[in-house]
């Protein structure tokens, strides 16, 4: 019981995150908050997002909780686990029927639920295991970075709000 309260205040914190991150670079439109925040209605912009979120929530727990060795791992495995879950479902019903904003803040939420679930059934505590994560999580925003300024042109990268995929400074 203690685990699944555990999961829960986890996955709130994390699902409320995005809602600020997702305006940030809105009110901030600058080369640094494109690097890490949505610059655009995209399917890519969105999951950066939530991927930047993880990293700012368990930065934040490994700032408080500097004892927890595998934490770094938690984050990988947590966000990806939620980015996988979460497109796996939304991909076809948004190709199908477009996007429906109750739908995808659900799924957000339930996904973000499943990758914390994921991360609790992992109990990896290996100093290796964890360094190698750091090296993932930066290469990841760094791709994502990379990404942010050079998107492929696929409907993955396309912002259907300004037909376009690249970023629009307003």
Known sequence: MKNIVKILIRSVIIYLLNFPAHFLFGYFPNNFTALFFPVNESIFQHMKMIFTCYVIFYLIRKIFK????????????????CIIFFLIIYIPIYL????NLVFTLILLFLSIVFGEFITSLINI???????ISIIIIILILILNAYLTFN?????FFFDPMNKTYKIIYK
């Open 96 to 99: 199908n029927y477009n996007e």
């Open 66 to 81: 500097y004892k927890e060795e595998n934490i770094t791992i938690e984050c990988l495995i947590s966000s990806l686990s």
């Open 151 to 155: 998107p492929l042109d696929n409907f």
């Open 125 to 131: 505590n290996s100093k290796n295991v964890n360094d």
